[in-house]
């Protein structure tokens, strides 16, 4: 189970959070080849802001 930090500083289950991300930007992020799993989901995180208008949260 992988940790990582949300914006606020939370420590969050990175699975948990995959389980909640929209598809369509999990998969264009996926295939651009980002390993990290804190880098993937800052940058999940920016994207799902341009697509909703609102901040991701778990």
Do not use: S, W
């Amino acid at each position: 189970m992988k940790k990582i930090k949300d914006y606020n500083g939370n420590t969050i289950d990175f699975e948990a959070a995959v389980m909640m991300m929209d598809d369509e930007i999990r998969e264009e992020l996926h295939a651009q080849g980002i390993e990290d799993e804190q880098e993937f989901y800052n940058a999940y995180c920016d994207k799902h802001y341009e697509k909703y208008g609102e901040d991701f949260e778990i």
